[in-house]
């Protein structure tokens, strides 16, 4: 079929009709990329490699696209779905594993004036049909289809007759790395996807993810049978999301203080391991005014689903989460990923923390860690199930993880570095790390640590007991508490050698000692043990350089809740602080949005991005064509929204 579709991508770009400053009504039907990004999604220019895969794919090829979370992967498809239909007709396939996903991408498309649908369970017998008869005539632009039912007997003579008649315009695979078993998100039916290759080798296949290990690319290569696509790996740097981790004491109130500073009003979703913590912690906050919701695998479907839907369709809803919660929530306005508890590794870290400022946008991962979590986690895998090789690998990439935590040097370095992309120290970007932005002070940490081993070897020489951290540095401070004197430690040798360092830093001493497992805690009191390494750190041999702690909070700025969202990332424009008037502007413009959202039971996002609707605030657009120059208003929105909204401007 490849005639239908030949010609270089750009060859009738000369028949778009000026794209964005003409008066109404629009009728454009250019298929070159760059009018379809104009007139249908309102933007200015593609982002990182989206232009030469939009390309590749319109011109026939195949690809696997690497991209991260809130890099624009959508686009990817959607502009060569649209401009490959603009010339031939045909419908593009979507094979998306979560309904929830799919009914919200529909919705923006058929926001934005592109005809969609999907096929899911969650459909009337009906209503399925009705949509087949659409795609069916070729009219449908994309239809988006669960993998389950793409490889159905009924699904695939549907798809024979499409491509009889050469109405098939492409196949994208998204959420790919569920075809590799070495993810989490495994699925058995992508498996079989394989045969859309086999049995339509003339319809270019694209396939993406945000899983960018190479042990996944190999198999999504494999399985698929992408052997002869072009391989797209963008950078996994997120600059407009800024990287911290705060020293836990009081977390809650650290996390309150958090919110209250910089996200006041903001969506954003709180981690905690436990399904307890995550009551808790959601009933606090609402009892300190922030709007909270719990969600975790022990609420019923019901409840489940009705906080996803608010979270996802209100504006400001903290969600309280185990990590049973994210899989699939795209929405792209998420101010901040908080962690009261260590995450399992840094690839769950970078997953969760992803979730944050898909919209470009400045976006917070923050994350409260202290000594507790370091021996929870290791007893987790200690006692857990696994197998040992198992277990040591759980141990190594813990390892790894705390490192990070534990870094008092760029984090996004030491990120990205872990995900094999060197990078360097992002001093420079608006929203820099927190070690970046405020360099922390260090200290050399040898001599204290090998006075801190040498104490617990004491100990151990002493009777062989063991004792927990707490001890340990009353002894080394030449604290004489009633346990001390109990047990003749005041006779210690090590008994006030550590006196002249604070009780907080020998504690992240200990931490560090436990992070980097020169000291191993045992059973239900944590009593600290030496492990065979730790004579390495007793000999001198290790060199350790520690971050000093602070009890100053990392930061204090009372930026205004607006200001921040429209402040740029190192590759956006200059920041666009609202003054008062358009912050009011602003208010104004969302309260219309989201009338306009419960009318079309659509999420708000899907109408405009807040970023669209403060660049109105801002620029104060008198006119259809003015409006028309703003990102993220497409020739559709423009024709039904745009005089609603210069009259919101103009009251
Ligand atoms: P992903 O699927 O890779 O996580 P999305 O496709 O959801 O990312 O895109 C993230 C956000 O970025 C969306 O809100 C999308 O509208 C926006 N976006 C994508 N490409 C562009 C672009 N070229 N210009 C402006 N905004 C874009
Ligand atoms: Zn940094």
Known sequence: MPSRWGGSPREDASRTIAPLNCALPVTITSSSPDAILHEVFG?????????????????????????????????????????????????????????ALMQDQVGALEEAGVHASFLNSSLTLDETQKIEREMMSGRLVLIYIAPERLTTPRMLAQLDSLQQRGLISLFAIDEAHCVSQWGHDFREDYLALNLL???YP???????????DDLTRADIIARLQLEDARVFISSFDRPNIRYAVVEKDEARKQLLRFIQDDHEGDAGIVYCQSRKKVEETASWLNDEGISALPYHAGLDTGVRKRHQDRFLREDGIVMVATIAFGMGIDKPDVRFVAHLDLPKNIEAYYQETG????????????MAYGLADVVNQRRMIDEGPAAEEFKRGQ???LDALLTLAEAHDCRRVRLLAYFGEASERCAAYQNACDNCLTPPATWDATEAARKALSCVYRFHQNGGQRYGAAHLIDVLRGKATEKVVQRGHEALSTFGIG???????????????????????EGE?????????????????VQ???RQPSDTPKRSSKTGRVTRATRGGKDKPPPLPLDDAALLRFEALKAWRAEVAREHNLPAYIVFHDATLAEMAQTQPDSMDALAQISGVGAKKLEAYGSEILRVLGD
């Not at 990817?76 to 031939?88: D, E, F, G, L, N």
Request: aromatic fraction near 6%; include cysteine; charged fraction near 20%.
């Open 499 to 521: 006196a002249d360092i604070a009780e907080a830093q020998w504690r992240v001493v200990l931490r560090q000692l436990i992070a980097l497992g020169y000291l191993r805690t």
């Open 355 to 366: 979730r944050a400022g898909r919209d470009g946008q400045p976006a917070d991962a923050w």
């Open 544 to 546: 350790m350089l520690l």
């Open 395 to 397: 141990r190594g990439k």
């Open 43 to 99: 933007y200015t220019a593609f982002r990182g490699a989206q232009a030469e895969i939009v390309n590749h794919v319109i011109g026939g090829g195949d690809a696997l696209v690497l991209m991260p979370t809130g890099g624009g992967k959508s686009l990817c498809y959607q502009v060569p779905a649209i401009a490959r239909h603009r010339r031939a007709q045909g419908v593009a396939v979507v094979v998306s594993p979560l309904i």
């Open 197 to 199: 290759h086999e049995r």
């Open 202 to 212: 003339e319809v270019p296949r694209i396939a993406l993810t945000a899983t960018a």
């Open 525 to 541: 009191y944590n009593t600290l043990e030496l492990t065979a390494t730790a004579r390495e750190v007793l000999r001198g041999d």
